[in-house]
């Protein structure tokens, strides 16, 4: 039994024999430990489940410390492993980490979204695919799946999710511009109370993009979706956390329909601009979402900067999270749909009205369910004097204004802001 003599071989023998639901003597038949990490993978192979795949037409590139890489071919309901055959810049994600946290992973573990924000798992490419890889496949034997990935067709739009926990439901949802890969730290940190929802958006992420057509991208029309989210998945009321443009839709579904919400909770939340003022009224009488049908490919060191731009300190971040997470703008932006969903929401933003019966501050008053308020100190986009328009508008609500914080506060202080949450939904619930 060639694995036994080597330093650790019988260990990793072993957690491939879970992986692949083998015994343990048939793995020790192995050369050696890196064909455990080649047994796991065709575990994997064989656990592929294709109604979990449906709609994906990917290629992954594993690199196991200093196993050949391999590669998984996932399209047309099938899943094939090849040895080498995918290079790194053909791949549409390469996952990369060391041989014990691989095969922790393929036996169930360990979590991917953990381990990825912890920094054993590097991901280059597509973010959200390598969020979801693990949904994609049965739980080894012996282990347990703690992420679901989930579809919800509401009213002509199909919404993408990833799920995980038990419990009240959570739901996230993202900012302008991006996807629910930016709520993973909240999604893992959440999930150990809460059954967490995070969405994709329509005209974002892995979810729908229809035409920029009517009312299609207001702050209003993405509320009713979400509210239809919560009807066809039998969610009750639920907790809303919101970042930024997530935020805004957030409140808008809590003054719509006040008993589907528990709570809110706005992440460095967008509000009605007074920087936009001046431009609202034009911004009613135009269609500026039709531009992004034109090709205009903006270059990825400059995506790069700008999601820099969001934090106050970049340097909080792992670089290959803040990289994986700028090169998933860039993939999403090479769609139309995505280009002209985000001039559209942008349009609708900046074309809120401030004041007067309709106006935002007038209508923000008028929120029912209990609401939490976080602004970022050296936040960017969304001003901190917007905290103290909040506090007059909303006296009962919680409102804080975080030193030394930028635009994401749950990437940029996870534990800050998941402590937080975590008090919060908690009192929340105690005083039902």
């Not at 050696?32 to 064989?46: N, P, Q, W």
């Amino acid at each position: 039994m060639t694995g036994v003599g080597r330093p650790g071989g019988d260990v990793a023998a072993r957690r491939a024999a879970s992986a692949l639901g083998a015994t343990a003597h048939d793995v020790l038949l192995a050369d050696d430990v890196h064909d455990a990490v080649r047994l796991s993978m065709v575990g994997l192979v064989e656990r592929f489940q294709a109604e979990a795949a449906e709609g994906i037409d990917a290629t992954i590139r594993l690199e196991i410390g200093d196993s050949a890489p391999m590669a998984l071919h996932v399209r047309d309901g099938r899943c094939l492993l090849t040895r080498g055959a995918a290079t790194a810049a053909a791949a549409d994600v390469v996952l990369r980490t060391d041989r014990s946290c691989w095969l922790d992973l393929a036996a169930g573990h360990a979590e991917g979204i953990a381990t990825f924000l912890h920094g054993d798992l590097e991901v280059h490419g597509d973010l959200d695919l390598a969020a979801r890889f693990e949904t994609l496949f049965a739980p080894a034997p012996g282990g347990q799946r703690h992420l679901r990935a989930t579809r919800t067709r509401i009213k002509g739009t199909t919404i993408d999710a990833l799920v995980a926990g038990q419990g009240t439901p959570v739901l996230l949802l993202h900012g302008l511009g991006a996807s629910k890969v930016s709520f993973l730290p909240t999604l893992d940190a959440l999930s150990d109370r809460y059954e967490v929802h995070a969405l994709d958006l329509p005209g974002y992420g892995r979810s729908s993009k229809p035409l920029p057509t009517g009312r299609r991208y207001s702050m209003a029309w993405f509320a009713d979706v979400v509210h239809g989210y919560l009807v066809a998945n039998r969610l009750g009321d639920a907790h809303l956390v919101g970042n930024s443009m997530g935020a805004r839709i957030a409140l808008e579904l809590a003054l719509h329909r006040p008993r589907s919400v528990r709570s809110v909770t706005g992440l460095a939340p967008a509000v009605a601009f007074d920087e936009t003022r001046a431009m609202a009224p034009l911004l009613r009488l135009l269609r500026p979402q039709w531009l992004g049908l034109a090709p205009t490919p903006v270059p990825a060191a400059v995506i790069e900067r700008i999601v820099r731009d969001l934090f106050h300190d970049p340097a909080r971040l792992p670089a290959n999270n803040l990289q994986a997470a700028a090169l998933d703008v860039v993939r999403m932006s090479r769609d139309p749909g995505f280009r002209m969903a985000l001039i559209a929401s942008a349009r609708h933003l900046g074309a809120d009205r401030l004041s007067g019966r309709r106006g935002y501050w007038t209508r923000l008053a008028q929120t029912i369910p209990p609401s939490l308020w976080v602004f970022g100190a050296q936040d960017r986009l969304v001003a901190a004097h917007y905290a103290g328009r909040v506090r007059e508008a909303l006296p009962a609500a919680d409102v804080q204004v975080w030193e030394s914080m930028g635009h994401v506060p749950q990437f940029e202080d996870p534990v800050r802001t998941h402590d937080t949450l975590h008090r919060w939904l908690a009192r929340v619930d105690a005083g039902r």
